[in-house]
């Protein structure tokens, strides 16, 4: 059977350039990047500070503020616990906000629970932030500020440039969580007064369990006091022998995106817009989810009104996206992202999350919207809510058992 | 996850997908769930002068195994008098298309429906009778 990828915000797959590169890491240059007394370590060392400059290079860093990790779920528990650890004494508050991955609000949660106080902003229906109300919460006892770059569900942007800025006034370290933008949107993280960035290898083409905290060194120094303790590698902030394969890997797919940073997050665009267009001039009551135009490239998140997000899958199961629908979590709970927009529990059922990748085609995307716009309208045909607003009754004014 | 093979034919192929005349006296309907959980199943069914089901008809809102519940629980109900209906139980549904712990809720509703569809249809009949205190159904 056919099988189409569009689950690219999830992961992605390896760019075979990539893995070429990873190659001879494991079986020919194995060594130990910290082993100083033979080839076999200088050669890995080597392959380290490539793959370090590779990174730093894409977001307008110097190689020695970059620290490799096991990937971004990691950098930003460093990055959060590390400056609480090292700067608690100055300050107790910490600012994020709602729609933030679990990997920024959890290592929240856990600091609130140590005696920080945590303020999480609420989002716009577009899923932004207000940088004024972002101002307005910052205290003297505020000492870090972490809003991510590029929502993973539905793909909004955030003003990351005026949030930098109203860190910088402040004296405030401000940390995003990058993994959506990295190597799809031009970062320079002096411009926009990013101190803390995390990122992530598999959401690039790059491997699994491999990512990076861009650490700033001047203008301030930020400082983490580490999670794992050991070695003193990475600058002490991250103990454990380097995983050499996965830095090449890592460092090769930064490098790629720089290549194509010209004409990828266009050509992604394109392919995003021909799959949202080709969809809303075939099916009335389809809604958009996050900003329309600040958004990333990759990222599509569609509500198909009167049907549920699980069974439009099953629908078309020869195409892996993903649901912000209760059935698909394990929580029963729809997604917390589109609540935060004030999208309505049943359109946060009716959700689908398309996200595109290079290796996706317009002759894939065109099947795509055939398979979807006929699903929809079968389910739709199986709907009694369709059916019930198509009678015109106001589907709000129902009163529903509840179950 | 991975559906059993049940709820994928079900699924593909829905038995008894459609309407009947909400307002035919023969005819009771119920509606359960609400869309803001993310399952309503409505499930109608019509009944002869014996109050034998002679046909039935259900449209579902919800993932593929409340779907598949609903268009099992439409063929079950067929031929069945409405006491014989009443007797239908979620765990039989459950067990006929294998639903994982997750899924349990859809077959519960799936019975929730039937019953509703028959305390709607025999409020109808025995209106004349004046037969006091029969639930009313979900939606107004
Ligand atoms: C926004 C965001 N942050 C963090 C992560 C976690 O990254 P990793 O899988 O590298 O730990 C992801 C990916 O799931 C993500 O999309």
């Known amino acids: 059977m056919r099988r189409i990828y569009l689950d690219n915000n999830a992961t992605t797959r390896v760019d075979p350039r990539v893995l070429d590169a990873m190659l001879p890491y494991f079986c020919e240059q194995y060594g130990n990047a910290a082993s100083r007394s033979h080839a076999f370590g200088w050669e890995a060392e080597e392959a380290v500070s490539r793959g370090r400059e590779q990174v730093a290079r894409l977001i307008g860093a110097g190689e020695k503020e970059i620290i490799f990790t096991s990937g971004a779920t990691e950098s930003n528990n460093i990055a959060i616990k590390g400056v609480a650890a090292m700067y608690g004494d100055r300050g107790k508050h910490i600012i994020t906000q709602v729609t933030e991955h679990k990997a920024v609000i959890d290592p929240c949660k856990w600091l609130e629970q140590r005696g920080f106080r945590v303020t999480f902003l609420p989002v716009d229906r577009n899923g932004l932030v207000d940088v004024e109300q972002l101002k307005d919460a910052m205290t003297d006892d505020t000492i870090l500020v972490s809003i991510m770059y590029a929502n993973n569900e539905i793909g909004t942007i955030q003003p990351i440039g005026e949030i930098g800025r109203a860190c910088k006034e402040r004296g405030v370290v401000f940390h995003t969580d990058a993994v959506q933008a990295f190597g799809k949107v031009p970062i320079d993280v002096n411009e926009l007064g990013i101190d803390l960035l995390s990122c992530s290898a598999h959401k690039i083409h790059g491997p699994k369990g491999i990512g990076a905290l861009y650490v700033r060194r001047k203008n301030p120094r930020v400082r983490c006091e580490p999670v794992i303790h050991g070695g003193g590698h990475e600058r002490g902030m991250r103990s454990g022998t380097l995983n050499v394969p996965g830095i090449v890997g890592l460092g090769r797919a930064a490098e790629l995106c720089g290549e194509h940073r010209d004409t990828e997050p266009a050509s992604l665009a394109k392919l995003r817009d021909r799959l949202k267009d080709g969809i809303f001039a075939q099916l009335d009551e389809v809604y958009l989810n996050g900003h329309e135009t600040q958004r990333s490239a990759s990222n599509l998140n569609l509500s198909f009104a009167y049907v549920e997000g699980e069974s439009l899958m099953m629908g078309f199961k020869d195409i892996a996206v993903s649901s912000g629908s209760a059935c698909t979590s394990a929580s029963l709970e729809p997604s917390y992202v589109l609540k935060a927009l004030g999208v309505g529990d049943e359109l946060a059922h009716s959700s689908i999350r398309f996200s595109v990748s290079r290796f996706n085609t317009e002759e894939e995307i065109d099947y795509v919207i055939e398979r979807v716009v006929e699903t929809v309208r079968r389910l739709r045909e199986l709907s009694p809510l369709y059916e019930m607003a198509r009678e015109g009754v106001d589907l709000k004014s129902v009163q529903w058992s509840a179950h | ?140």
């Open chain 2, 1 to 140: 996850m991975a559906y059993g093979d049940k709820v994928i034919d079900h699924f593909e192929h829905p038995r008894n997908v459609g309407s009947l005349d909400k307002n035919d006296e023969h005819v009771g309907t119920g509606i359960v769930g609400a869309p803001e959980c993310g399952d309503v199943m409505k499930l109608q069914i019509q009944v002869d002068e014996n109050e034998r089901i002679v046909d039935a008809k259900f449209k579902t809102f919800g993932c593929g195994s409340a779907i598949a519940s609903s268009s099992l629980a439409t063929e079950w109900v067929k031929g069945k008098t409405l006491d014989e209906a009443l007797e239908i139980q979620n765990t039989e549904i459950v067990k006929e298309l294998a639903l994982p712990p997750v899924k349990i809720h859809c077959s519960v509703l799936a019975e929730d429906a039937i019953r509703a569809a028959i305390t709607d249809v025999k409020r109808k009949l025995h209106k004349s009778d004046g037969v006091p205190g029969a639930a009313t159904e979900a939606v107004k």
